[in-house]
């Protein structure tokens, strides 16, 4: 198990990299999908939540002891 729901926040499609199948899947499926502003807009809105400077100060707090 991995940590990319948690770091998406549920807001990513996750496959299997390993799996071709899974892949063409999620390929087809965001082809044939309808845009969703909902979705769109909550998209934009959690990456724009992540800087490299947050990140690295969650870093530097992490390692310091």
Do not use: C, H
Request: hydrophobic share 45%; charged share 25%; no cysteine.
């Amino acid at each position: 198990n991995t940590a990319m729901e948690e770091i998406s926040g549920g807001l990513a499609y996750l496959i299997n990299p390993f799996n071709v199948f899974d892949l063409e899947n999620a390929l087809l499926k965001l082809a044939n999908m309808q845009p969703d502003k909902e979705q769109q807009r909550k998209r934009i809105a959690f990456a724009q939540s992540y800087s490299w400077d947050a990140a690295a100060d969650k870093l530097w707090e992490t390692i310091q002891i």
